[in-house]
Each structure stands twice: as C-alpha cells, then as structure tokens.
C-alpha cells in the first residue's frame, strides 16, 4: 500500500484533458466543463490525440505539444489508445491518470484483463499513478477541483465520500446539496487497477481537510491491505460504510455464516459503522457532519403526546439502545414550568397544548440533567403552536447546548417548513422517530467500534502458556504422512496443547457395559456403533436418557448397520455425553478461510440443533483477547436463559477457549479449517465432542490474508512506496493489490 504520487491526484497544480477528436463519448467534455466552472486556479489543459500511421502497420496515437506538464490528466479515449497516451504523459512528467472511460461496453473480459495489463506496464517506468478504467473523475471542493462527471457541484465541508458507482455518488451529491452538507473529497473509484480503495483510504488517513469518511463498495481484494488501511482511517475518524452486492457474494455452501457476515465482522473490528439502506447512507452524511461524540450511550425522548414518544422508545429498545433516567430535579423543574405532575419516566410525554416556549423550556431543563447525553424531540401538528415556531424557538436552545439532539418532525406538508429550518440552523433534522434513532445508534456502535479498534490481543494469552512444541511436532507428522485431516487422536493432542479438552469416546463390549458406561458418565448420552474391519458408520443415536433407550437404540442402529455392511458384526459400542451438565445449549465453534479476510472464527448453534437462518453464527477476525471474545458472546447471546454467577462463569470458560483458540491460529500457520461440533460448556471449561480439523503444508503466499487483523500482519511483508509502484507485474491484471503490503502498525 502507498500513497506516492497521490498528491498529483488529490492537489493538482495543473489538470489536461486528453481525448480523441472522433471519440464518441462526452465524457472529457463534461469533464472540461466542470473544471472550468469549479474555478479551478491552475492551468487547465485541452490535449488531442491524434492517430498517426508508421508504416501503414497499426494504429498509433500522439499528442498535441504541450506547454506546461499537466500534474493530472483526465484521458478520454479509444481503450487500445490507453496506454500509448499514458506513456507519452509520464515520459513528459506527468505523475497522475484518471481513465474515464468504461471498458465493460467494449470489451470481453479476455480484452478488458488483456487492457489492464497493458495501462499498468504503460505506467509503471514513470510511478504514475492511475484511476480507474471507469472511474468518474473526482472532486477536492477545498480547492476547487471537479475533475469529474458529476452533475452536482459539491460545497467544501469535512466528509470524504469514496464510492465504487457512479450513480451513487450523484445521488449523494445531490442530497447533499439540498441539506447545504459539504465535502473534503469525492472519488468515484472505477475498476481501481492501481488506486484502490485503501489507497484513498491511506491518504484520508493523514488528511487535514477530512474529518468523516463515508464508504459505498461491493467488495474488495486483499484482505490485509484493505484491513490495515480500514484500520488507520478509523482511528480518529468516523468511518461509516453502506456495502452493496451483498446478495452476490456468497460463502461456500458448507460455511454456517455468509460472506457478508465476514465482512460485517471485519469492518467492525476496523472501528467502522456499517448502514443498510441508501436512505440511511444519506442520513449518514448529514449526521458525521453535524453529530458530536457522546458521553454516555444513553438517550432522553420528548414527544407531544404519549402514543409517538412511547414508539420512538420501542424502536430504541428493540434495537439494542438505552433510556436514560431522568433525575428528579429535572422532573420537579419540568412540573413548575409546565405546571403538570411528572412520573419519573422515559419516554417523557408533553402536554398536548404545549407552546413554542415551554417546548424549548422542557429541552433546556432536560440537557441539564446530569444523566442525559443526548436528546430526541418528536413533534406532531398542533392547533395550539406552530411547528416552525416550535423549530426556532428548540433551534436557540440547541445552539447553547454541547450535546446531540435529534430533531423529528412527524406529519407531511406541515412539518416541511419545520425541518427545513432545523437543518439551516445545522440541527439533526428527520421525518420520524426510527431514522432518527438509526443515525444516534450509528453513533453508539461508532464508539463501541472504537473501543474493539483499540485493542491489541498480545503474542501470548495472559496466564497460560500452550505447549507449541507438541502442537507442532502433532501437525508436523500428519503433513509427512500425507495427511489433510488429523486423526481424532491427534486433534485431541492439538487442542490439549491449547488447554482445550476433547472428549474421548467411552468403548463398550456389550450393551449391559454401555448401560454401566451411561450411569456413570450420566445421562443423557450418545451412542454410536463400532463395526469390525474398522468400518466406518456414521449414524448416532442422541438424547438416550435411560437403559431402555439404549437398548431401543442398539436395535435401531443395528438394523441400519445390517443394511449398509451386510455380514459385519459389531465390535464395541461407543458412548459420550449427550449434552453439557450446566443446561447451556451445545454449540458448533470452529475456524473457516475466507477467501479474502483468511482465517475466521465462527460461533452459533450445534448442528444438530435448529438454525434459524442468517445471523444465526456469529463471526470474528482473530487474533481476540478476552475484550474481543466477550464482543463475539454478547453477540451470539450465549445462554441468555441462564442467569447471575451460573452464567458468568459458564461465559468465563467459553471466552478462554475463545482465546486459546484464536492463539492456536497465530502459533500453527498448517491449521486450515477447525470443527468443534458438538462443543459443551461447563463452568469448569469446554469440551468438544467431536472434532475436525484440516492442515495444509505451509506455502508462501497460498493464503492471502492469513490472520489479516494480526498485530504482526501490518509490520510483514511491507514494501516502500517506491518499491510498490515500480514492482507492478504487468503480468498482474490486478496491479499486485492481490499482493500483501502493509504499511502501518495497529494501535
């Protein structure tokens, strides 16, 4: 990752235009035309490429002469012309490209791979730096600069807007616009071949321009990279994101999360906050540019009338938010002033004829409770004062005021006067109650990110030391053996190696030595039959809670096993706790490979219990300390029935496997994939029932992304801005950024 030469990107001294008389597309007359009106104060530069023949063999292009170097040049032309033109510009010292045009309209995906390869080689002997194919241009309001297509001119202000789609972005613009919201930079980022997205993202890092970053993508590559740079924006900058395509990426069938979820997990342990909805990305946008940080996560709701403030605290409490309490001298103030007797409670119901006066009375009194941090106002039409009069007179008070309040005008034509003069006043202005708690929840989750951003799990778990010379010499002899899979032996070596127990089966000659082996592991129990020739056979009876069921089970499993190997007898029956002894659920942890984040540790349901769709596994990027796991169980809502010290403790035992196994992950790069399922949960430890994990030898480079979020991954494999750029392989359709480089250390 680096960020040389972007510069000549973001603070041009100079911008061209370069296109083809005969192109068709207006894209570079868009382009020339928003630069001139942006009052852009350098030299702006209109270049032709004209086609010249050498020996009637082929079609070559060649540019007009140009007095001064353009810094940037926005190159408007036929896709094979690309790179002829963007090696004249680096050859005469131009270090930035924005290829405007789209290649999907022209081009196969052979052509359009074939394309990329030969932009890259093109620039790459100058360290020029390119945007795009596709990208539509971008805007740096703080110094006049629209090299763009857009066809709203965006006001300066502190957020940064970085998108993947072109409509988007105008979308926002235009919102935007109508709520007098600025912006420090917008980029449209195209097929990003050399700038990615954490590439924008290193520079906004460090830029002073920027106080708020807004993210619309579809995916990325190059977990680590992308990781690193996510990280580094979020630590003193909001970040928040909307992710679209999420529907299209999916997760390989066996996976109990799907690849959003990967993502959701990734992006909240960078410290960003994610949004759904396109309404809500424009909600977003206004809240980063007036929202202040709050001290306390809860918040105060006032309503003219019982029926919407008592919604609005449905909405909040059903979506995780806290009620503030109001204390009682705030009560007492609140009953002189609007001479009525007030319970002590949240939502606090005005009175229905309540005036502009007392309206800003009662918000005053309540942002001086000691307890109330942020406030929400919800306002219906009334015959008794006017709603722009109640706006103005709250406007007053929230101008005095250093806490967050959320305005909400409820109603249609009446409450648009309203919210228009909430929003002159730079108020938090909204239509009703659920978007105004969305954008103050984005504010909570925000500070919780950061919290989870700020930690940093240490190169060993506290109080416990694994024994990494078994574990290894364990993996070591299953790669020479040839193996994928370790053996139930040796994965119950592995996890003992981390402290994690795994449980082994109770063998039994007979059925009356099964009965005996069930008393004295105590019911309920699992039973599964061992056939002779070491056979395999799957079938499992579960939940037996006496000896008739054992013996009701032999039966069964023996009818099955005369179906499926004919002739073969029984050798030994095998016997194993059927659920943990605590009463907590069994639960199904395990290790997946994502494709881009690389290692993920998942959490949810055993197997064979009933799933009940997307969200039911919780995921997280190791490395976790015992912070980190906590978050993960909060989230998976482990053992919620169960209460006081039980649970404590039984959360205690699951956090340390958490940890131990995260450790595991950091220690065995061989470790690939790992299935606890069923795992119990006693208040003395965990135990897996049943084990599964797969190794592969290490190769360098086979994973790309190997624990992404490690504190180690941003200090490995790093490479020097000048070695990045002059290292592209034009062989690479992607410019290397499927390649690791870090740059930065976490916090």
């Not at 063999?57 to 540019?63: D, F, K, S």
């Amino acid at each position: 990752m680096t960020i040389r030469n972007l510069e000549f990107l973001f603070r041009p001294r100079s911008v061209a235009i370069v296109a083809e008389p005969d192109e068709p597309s207006r894209y570079a007359e868009v382009v020339l035309r928003n630069l001139g009106a942006g009052g852009f104060s350098g030299p702006l530069i209109s270049v032709t490429a004209r086609k010249a023949w050498r020996f009637a063999i082929g079609t070559h292009v060649r540019l007009d002469g140009l007095d001064v170097v353009p810094d940037l040049a926005v190159v408007c032309a036929a896709p094979d012309h690309v790179p002829q033109i963007i090696s004249q510009l680096g050859a005469r010292g131009t270090r930035a490209v924005i290829v405007g045009m789209s290649l999907r309209d022209r081009m196969n995906s052979l052509q359009i791979v074939a394309a990329h390869k030969a932009i890259l080689a093109a620039a790459q002997p100058y360290l020029l730096r390119v945007l795009g194919p596709g990208s539509g241009g971008l805007l740096v309001p703080p110094n006049a600069l629209n090299a763009s297509v857009a066809p709203i001119v965006a006001r300066p202000g502190k957020i940064a807007l970085l998108t993947q789609s072109a409509s988007i972005t105008a979308a926002v613009l235009d919102r935007a616009d109508s709520k007098g919201i600025g912006f420090s930079l917008v980029l449209h980022l195209g097929a990003s071949i050399d700038i990615d997205l954490a590439d924008a993202l290193d520079w906004l890092a460090a830029d002073p321009d920027t106080g708020s970053i807004l993210v619309q993508f579809d995916a990325i590559t190059g977990g680590r990279k992308f990781m690193s740079a996510a990280r580094a924006a979020a630590r003193n900058k909001p970040v928040v994101y909307l992710r679209s395509g999420r529907m299209a990426s999916r997760q390989p069938a066996s996976e109990p999360f799907t690849a959003s979820e990967v993502y959701a997990a990734a992006l909240r342990r960078a410290g960003w906050v994610r949004i759904d909805t396109l309404g809500d990305l424009f909600e977003a946008a206004e809240a980063m540019a007036r929202v202040r940080s709050l001290r306390v996560e809860r918040l105060t709701i006032l309503a003219n009338g019982h029926g919407l403030g008592r919604i609005a605290a449905d909405t909040l409490l059903a979506s995780g938010g806290q009620l503030a309490t109001l204390s009682k001298d705030t009560l007492k103030r609140l009953g002189e002033r609007l001479q009525m007797r007030l319970t002590a409670s949240n939502p606090l119901a005005l009175p229905a004829n309540i005036s502009a006066e007392n309206w800003a009375a009662a918000l005053a009194a309540v942002l001086d409770d000691r307890d109330t941090d942020s406030v929400l106002t919800v306002c219906s039409p009334s015959p008794f004062a006017q709603s722009t009069a109640i706006a103005a007179a709250l406007c007053k008070v929230i101008k005095d005021s250093g806490r967050n309040v959320f305005t909400c005008w409820v109603g249609g034509t009446a409450m648009l006067e309203a919210q228009r003069i909430a929003a002159a006043h730079g108020v938090l202005s909204h239509d009703s109650p659920g978007k105004a708690i969305a954008v103050f929840l984005g504010i909570v989750d925000y500070q919780r990110n950061r919290r989870l951003l700020m930690q940093m799990p240490p190169s060993q778990t506290d109080g416990f030391s694994p024994d990494t010379t078994a574990a290894r010499t364990v993996v070591a002899e299953a790669i020479a053996a040839g193996m994928e899979t370790l053996t139930p032996v040796q994965a119950r070596r592995l996890l003992h190696a981390y402290g994690i127990d795994s449980a082994e089966y109770q063998l039994a000659r007979n059925i009356d030595a099964a009965i005996r082996s069930a008393d004295d592991i105590g019911y309920p129990v699992d039973l599964g039959l061992v056939l002779a020739n070491a056979l395999p056979f799957a079938a499992l009876a579960s939940g037996l809670r006496s000896p008739a069921d054992i013996h009701a089970a032999v039966r069964d499993l023996r009818r099955i096993a005369k179906t499926q190997h004919p002739g073969q007898r029984v050798s030994n029956y095998l016997l194993r706790p059927s659920a943990a002894r605590s009463g907590a659920p069994a639960l199904r942890l395990g290790v997946a490979d994502d494709p881009v984040f690389g290692p993920v540790i998942f959490l949810g349901p055993a197997a064979a219990a009933k799933r009940s769709g997307e969200g039911a596994f919780v995921v997280a990027l190791p490395p976790l300390n015992p912070t980190l796991a906590q978050d993960l169980l909060a989230r998976s809502h482990f053992a919620e029935e169960l209460g006081g010290n039980e649970r404590a403790a039984l959360e205690s035992a699951l956090r340390t496997a958490l940890v131990r196994l995260s450790q595991l992950l950091s220690d065995i790069d061989e470790v690939l994939g790992v299935e606890l399922n069923p795992l119990h949960v006693e208040t003395s430890g965990v135990l897996a029932l049943n084990t599964r994990i797969r190794i592969e030898k290490k190769r360098p480079q086979a994973r790309p992304a190997t624990l992404c979020d490690s504190p180690l991954s941003a200090r490995t494999g790093a490479a020097s801005g000048l070695e990045r750029s002059a290292a592209v392989d034009p062989s690479d359709p992607t410019g290397g950024r499927n390649r690791t480089r870090q740059s930065h250390s976490l916090p």
